[in-house]
């Protein structure tokens, strides 16, 4: 069974702060990792994706991977209350049509 | 930009119906999934298809059915709906490889009485 855990929280942060989510994956042979966030009865929505070892940066979103240690993270640098949501680390087994979801990390930034 | 519709945003039927929700997308992806998602559990995979009626069972496809007849168009079909089938269904689309992930539609609550 291929799992991807992530820390339910909640998890807060003063606005201005630097929010870090952590994602942990189970399948040595996932190649894609994505990042998706969801507000309060909404769909997720796509804000990063990454294929290769080390950083990726959009803004203040940064993913980073480390294939090794079979670790994905999302960092959110200055952030807002807008940033208030469900943020779901999804992967993707290299062969594999679909994504494996983690249950989601629930983050807070206070104003 | 990617448009998958989902086409009732709340739906409230009764115990022993057939429900079906739709899903269109507009950008000629070849696989369209359905997931629910309950909290706590998170997004679990019921059925998906990769082309014009092909299907695979997901994760949890008890209870449920599928219907792919064109390629912009995922059915899924709650044969006699119970109140454990209560949840938020998720639709979603990507393209043969899916290297950019999925694209969502907006949801479907469904509340089964």
């Known amino acids: 069974q291929k799992e991807v855990e992530q820390n339910s929280g909640p998890l807060s942060v003063p606005e201005g702060a630097i929010a870090s989510l952590n994602c942990t994956y189970s399948?040595?042979?996932?190649?894609?990792f994505f990042w998706y966030r969801q507000y309060s009865g909404k769909s997720p929505e796509l804000i990063m994706f990454i294929y290769s070892n080390g950083d990726k940066e959009d803004g203040r979103f940064t993913a980073q991977l480390n294939k090794a240690s079979q670790y994905v993270s999302l960092l959110i640098r200055d952030s807002q209350p807008s940033d208030s949501a469900t943020y779901l680390c999804?992967?993707?087994?290299?062969?594999?049509?679909?994504?494996?979801f983690g249950s989601g990390t629930q983050l807070t930034v206070l104003p | 930009d990617v448009k998958v519709t989902q086409s009732s945003r709340y739906l409230v039927k009764r115990t022993g119906e057939k429900v079906f929700l739709e899903c269109v997308q507009d950008m000629d992806h070849e696989n369209m999934f359905w997931y629910r998602q309950d909290p706590g559990l998170g997004l679990r995979l019921i059925y998906f298809s990769y082309d014009v009626k092909m299907k695979e069972k997901g994760d949890i496809p008890e209870g449920y059915s599928v219907s792919r007849e064109k390629k912009e168009r995922f059915s899924l079909i709650l044969e006699s709906a119970s109140t454990n089938q209560t949840s938020m269904y998720l639709c979603a689309s990507s393209s043969p490889a899916g290297g950019r992930g999925y694209t969502f539609g907006s949801g479907t609550r469904l509340t089964v009485v």
């Open positions: 399948d040595r042979g996932s190649q894609s």
């Open positions: 999804a992967v993707k087994e290299g062969s594999a049509r679909q994504l494996t």
